[in-house]
């Protein structure tokens, strides 16, 4: 039995649920397999320190929106910007910014002053990100597990016709997608269990109940009741050495007067090996899309951009298009596996969560 093929790692996408032996039972039910088989999958995956699972979820429903700052300012050296607790990513920009990611309520409208006075700075703010379902290998538009066949011309020309398909689709949903912005699941208690499931997604559920203090049968009642709303499913969190992508993340931000064009642009592209993720916002028809990818096709990704968006209603805009400084080695993860290097060490309990987010409220109301 392969440890890893298409139809694990799409089916481990669907599950929606807490602790390992919970999502072992859905995923030999959705794989035809008996339940020893998978949990001996899964086990062995997970002895593996190359693979590692972290969850996909909703920042919306969170109530949590993306923020992300472009800026020749080292915030991270500034004790007036307490926000900065919440960065979950900060690389270098060319030629001399640097790129920072945090998460933050939604219902915080306007930032702190010190962020406001910075000069030569880009601000900008995403209901939803999206990630590649595995960032793994070449998954996703008919692909194999090639990482090479991800940087092929054939696989943009089926990225593209894939993008018109899953734009159509979005259209049609446009409704549906506007009642879903007011789902707001958030609460401390929600995000604990996220934190937990992203440092690893086949924790037990005794354990995330004992690292958040509460009992079991509550943890069980939030699985049950509200984690089904907030993740998307499980995903494999490693890539493979891209030889030929080394140091190179492309930044693109494209825009459109449909909203939902811009919301089926960025689920097609995160299917597309060379996709890390995307973000977009619900209002405005603004998204963010980072490439992996070498050097060499900088040219030839802006436009393909440009060419699919003249045919489906979108635009690239060239004055928001940043190459970003990012070192790879043997394998890459992104920031968020280790959660504890971009936020203070602190107890993860319930009353502690709610202290942060009060004390951050109130700071900038």
């Not at 009642?221 to 499913?233: D, E, F, M, Q």
């Amino acid at each position: 039995m392969k440890l890893i093929t298409p139809e694990f790692l799409e089916a481990l996408y669907g599950i929606r649920t807490v602790g390992k032996f919970q999502i072992a039972k859905e995923l030999a039910e959705l794989l035809g397999e008996d339940l020893r088989s998978t949990l001996v999958r899964i086990n062995t995956l997970l002895k593996a320190s190359y693979f590692y699972f972290t969850v996909d979820y909703s920042l919306s429903n969170l109530g949590l929106k993306l923020v992300v700052i472009i800026t020749d300012k080292d915030l991270l050296a500034e004790p007036s910007v307490k926000f900065m607790k919440f960065v979950r990513a900060m690389v270098y920009a060319f030629p001399d910014k640097r790129f920072y990611s945090l998460y933050i309520p939604t219902d915080m409208e306007d930032l702190s002053a010190s962020l406001k006075s910075l000069e030569n700075s880009v601000v900008m703010e995403f209901h939803e990100r999206l990630r590649n379902k595995t960032s793994f290998t070449t998954y996703g538009i008919e692909s194999a597990f090639s990482p090479e066949s991800g940087f092929s011309t054939e696989s943009f020309r089926k990225l593209k016709k894939f993008v018109g398909d899953v734009i159509t689709e979005s259209r049609g949903k446009e409704a549906e997608s506007g009642r879903e912005i007011g789902k707001t699941f958030f609460d401390s208690l929600d995000l604990g269990i996220i934190k937990e499931l992203e440092k690893d997604a086949f924790v037990k559920q005794v354990d995330v109940a004992k690292a958040l203090g509460i009992s079991v049968g509550k943890l069980r009642r939030h699985a049950r009741n509200h984690v089904p709303y907030l993740i998307r499913g499980i995903r494999l969190m490693s890539l493979p050495i891209y030889t030929a992508a080394l140091g190179t993340s492309l930044l693109i931000s494209v825009k459109s007067r449909d909203v939902a064009v811009i919301k089926g642009l960025c689920e097609a592209l995160t299917t597309h090996p060379t996709v890390a993720s995307c973000g977009y916002r619900r209002d405005q028809g603004l998204g963010l899309v980072q490439f992996v990818i070498p050097f060499s096709m900088v040219k030839y990704l802006v436009e393909f951009l440009e060419g699919a968006g003249r045919e489906y209603g979108f635009e690239v805009l060239k004055d928001k298009m940043w190459l970003l400084n990012v070192e790879f080695g043997k394998k890459f993860t992104l920031p968020y596996k280790r959660w504890v290097e971009y936020v203070p060490k602190m107890s993860w309990n319930v009353d502690e969560l709610r202290r942060i987010f009060g004390e951050f409220k109130g700071e900038v109301n």
